[in-house]
């Protein structure tokens, strides 16, 4: 490989011989091109086929990646999806420590599942949406408002029912990046397990609003 590469271009190449090897042809997604300021046009997947005759596009799962159970839990995608998650189990357990009901130890654990598994930008608001239909309304209501809140008690809110809910994912978040606490995620199982509404079909697979977004974990590289 090239020595005189960009970082980005010698992970790019390396990707191209991976799917040549793989039979298969990864196109990145248009956000992720846009996240590298690359505003190129996308790979034509016609021509790449045309030059090398046994790769196909990725249309199923993706081989690079672990996989994922037939009917995937929430507990599934904390193995096998999502990031690095010390920061939410830390959450987690201070909301226990401070005695707060299981459903705000679990917007706790929830409140960043954006960040670690889909979309950075306007997380809240995406974390909120992937989980909506899931947990209570007032889980959803304080995720989605935490991202405001982590930073300023925004008026507009102060007024709301839910207002402190949403306020205590910010004081148990602030205090949860300590690199010397390991949290295991089994302590949660059955809060998870009581206050989150699994899916019998598995998530991404129920015909839900947003199964697509947790299909969209399963599969990042799935070409439609």
């Not at 191209?16 to 590298?36: G, N, P, Q, T």
């Not at 839990?73 to 939410?88: A, I, Q, W």
């Not at 306007?122 to 209570?136: I, K, M, N, S, T």
């Not at 930073?151 to 102060?158: A, E, G, S, T």
Request: charged share 25%; aromatic share 10%.
């Amino acid at each position: 490989m090239n020595d005189t590469m960009t970082l980005s271009q010698r992970a790019d190449a390396l990707e191209e011989k991976m799917s040549r090897e793989l039979d298969y042809i990864v196109i990145k997604s248009r956000l992720y091109s846009m996240a590298e300021g690359d505003m190129s046009p996308a790979p034509n997947a016609g021509a790449l086929m045309k030059d090398n005759p046994n790769a196909r596009v990725l249309m199923g799962d993706d081989p690079r990646l672990p996989a994922m159970p037939e009917k995937p839990t929430l507990v599934d995608f904390f193995k096998y999806r999502f990031g690095p998650c010390m920061h939410l189990l830390q959450s987690a357990r201070h909301a226990v420590k401070a005695d707060l009901p299981e459903k705000m130890v679990l917007a706790c654990l929830l409140h960043d599942i954006s960040t670690i598994g889909f979309i950075r930008g306007d997380h809240g608001y995406w974390g909120a949406q992937l989980v909506e239909p899931y947990v209570d309304e007032e889980v959803t209501w304080a995720i989605r408002a935490h991202q405001v809140l982590r930073f300023y008690p925004d008026k507009l809110m102060r007024n709301h029912k839910w207002y402190m809910s949403g306020r205590q994912i910010t004081v148990h978040d602030i205090y949860s990046f300590d690199p010397n606490v390991h949290v295991e995620l089994e302590e949660f199982t059955d809060i998870i397990g009581r206050n989150f509404r699994q899916p019998e079909q598995g998530l991404g697979f129920d015909n839900s609003p947003v199964a697509h977004m947790w299909r969209a974990m399963i599969r990042p590289a799935k070409y439609l």
